[in-house]
């Protein structure tokens, strides 16, 4: 959104930084509590059999550019209600999954054939979800996916990242972008500054922002 030559000396300054990992999510509106179908936590990871070390997550990502039926990626299940998110009303109650994705899955399809891929890969993970909790299915009254597309459209970060810039052990810590940008009266409020990588990242980087642009304006 900068004028050429300002974006031209922004974008130089974060060359050689590459994005971090995007991610799918579905979304599940559940009747009755989840706790009494087994999802006692906040969180609860799955494993699939094949994945017998963490080194193997990062073959998880690519894994959503094959039609499902040649294996599950592994995912984490969020149960909302195990704690007070105020996010379940009326007896409903929000569950999510979620994986590691990437943009180059999806991008390479049209509206229709992509539409058609997502629901039969949403089918696929809610059927190994409702495997592991007997008689969540039967729960489910609303289900919705969004895919690494979803997060570049509407998050509008590059590849769809969610995390801000990678945090690879030579992209992290002290040498992580500042707050302050090479144009002036412009900061990085965001994922993508210091130490950025979700939501707490986010939150230090916009205190750290404000912190730094308060101490410009009164000097
Ligand atoms: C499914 C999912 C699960 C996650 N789980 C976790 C977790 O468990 N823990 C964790 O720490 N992090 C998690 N994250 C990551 C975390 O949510 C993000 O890293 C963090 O919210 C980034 O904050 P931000 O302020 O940098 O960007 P955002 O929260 O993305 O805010 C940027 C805003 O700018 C808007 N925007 C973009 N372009 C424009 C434009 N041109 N004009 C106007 N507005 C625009 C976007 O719509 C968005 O609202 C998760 C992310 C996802 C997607």
């Known amino acids: 959104m900068l004028p050429a030559p300002e974006r031209q000396i ?5 060359s050689g930084f590459e994005p971090s990992t995007s991610l799918w999510c579905i979304y599940l509106q559940i009747t009755g509590n989840p706790k009494d179908h087994g999802l006692l936590h906040h969180s609860t990871f799955i494993f699939p ?6 080194r193997h997550y990062r073959d998880a990502a690519p894994m959503l550019s094959l039609a499902p039926g040649q294996g599950l990626p592994p995912y984490v299940v969020v149960n909302h209600s195990a704690i007070d998110s105020g996010l379940s009303c009326n007896g409903t109650h929000l569950v999510t999954l979620t994986g590691l994705d990437r943009l180059s899955n999806w ?4 509206k229709r054939a992509y539409g058609i891929k997502k629901r039969q890969w949403m089918q696929s993970l809610i059927h190994d979800f409702s495997e592991r909790f007997a008689g969540i299915g ?9 895919t ?7 998050l509008n970060t590059p590849n769809g990242a969610v995390y801000g810039f990678a945090q690879t052990p030579v992209k992290t810590g002290r040498v992580r972008p500042d707050v302050a940008t090479p144009i002036k009266g412009l900061w990085l409020s965001s994922a993508f500054a210091m130490p950025g990588g979700g939501i707490t990242g986010a939150m ?9 642009a308060a ?5």
């Open 148 to 154: 690494a597309r979803t997060m570049s459209r509407y």
């Open 107 to 110: 991008d390479v399809l049209d």
């Open 49 to 54: 059999t094949w994945m017998t070390s963490l």
């Open 138 to 146: 039967e729960r489910i009254v609303m289900r919705e996916m969004a």
């Open 215 to 219: 101490a410009v304006a009164t000097s």
């Open 10 to 14: 922004f974008n130089a300054t974060y």
């Open 204 to 212: 230090l980087a916009g205190q750290r922002a404000w912190y730094r």
